[in-house]
């Protein structure tokens, strides 16, 4: 059984495109994540959200709009893509987002390799 | 603010050998742990993570890690490799929950290369 999946797996573009990443997690956690990875595998967050609400936006381009219908669903559209937007786009789970103060693990979908051309 | 350093993207070892993979972080509070690792084209697999019950955290496939306060680090080690060791590992931080959501800071990540 997957825990946490996106579609598509990889994703070819042109600049100027607009385009939708979607991610699942039958996992019954409360909170989910984007995280983007560059070609030099650096890891940095872009959102979260808990129970459909945004809690973490981290400085991300408004191109970037993320889209929680319910708490099980957590997708990205990108509008206008530029060829810096190309990338690893993960997906994470997370329990309840933790009690204050409490880390949970997150858990990691297969990613979204996104190229911009 | 929290951080992590990982020290050398890209280690070699024989196999068999030992595996010390390097991680130094920095936090404002009692920190939260993590080494994820990467096998290529794949999403991340957590190996292990330090939640502050026990400095020596024991993972999956052989790895254990060791939290030592004095030296702000988690160096990640295995006695022996294996050839299915090859991978990207990396270092996790978090300073723990907001109550709703949690901020996992990640490190540089290190290319393990394990040859015969």
């Known amino acids: 059984d997957t825990a946490v999946s996106q579609t598509p797996k990889y994703l070819v573009t042109q600049m100027g495109n607009d385009k939708s990443i979607k991610c699942e997690q039958n996992?019954?956690?409360?909170?989910m994540y984007w995280y983007k990875q560059d070609s030099k595998k650096f890891l940095k967050i872009m959102f979260s959200?808990?129970?459909?609400?945004?809690?973490i936006n981290e400085t991300v381009p408004n191109r970037f709009s993320p889209k929680s219908p319910d708490k099980a669903h957590l997708n990205l559209h990108i509008n206008s893509l530029e060829l810096g937007d190309s990338a690893v786009y993960f997906c994470?789970?997370?329990?309840?987002?933790?009690?204050?103060?409490?880390?949970?693990?997150?858990?990691f979908g297969p990613g979204t390799r996104l190229l911009v051309l | 603010a929290q951080s992590v350093t990982q020290l050398g993207s890209h280690v070699s070892v024989s196999e068999g050998a030992l595996v010390l993979l390097r991680c130094n972080y920095s936090s404002s509070v009692p920190p939260y742990l993590f080494w994820y690792v990467q096998y290529p084209n794949q999403g991340l697999q957590l190996l292990l993570k330090y939640t502050s019950a026990a400095t020596l955290v024991k993972g999956i496939n052989g790895f254990e890690a060791e939290f030592k306060k004095s030296e702000t680090s988690f160096h990640l080690t295995k006695p022996s490799a294996h050839m299915s060791d090859a991978a990207e590992y990396f270092c996790a931080v978090s300073e723990g929950s907001t109550g709703t959501a949690s901020k996992l800071t990640f490190g540089t990540g290190t290319r393990l290369q394990v040859t015969l």
């Open positions: 994470a789970s997370s329990p309840t987002g933790g009690l204050a103060g409490v880390q949970e693990t997150q858990y």
């Open positions: 959200y808990n129970n459909k609400e945004l809690i």
């Open positions: 996992l019954g956690h409360d909170t």
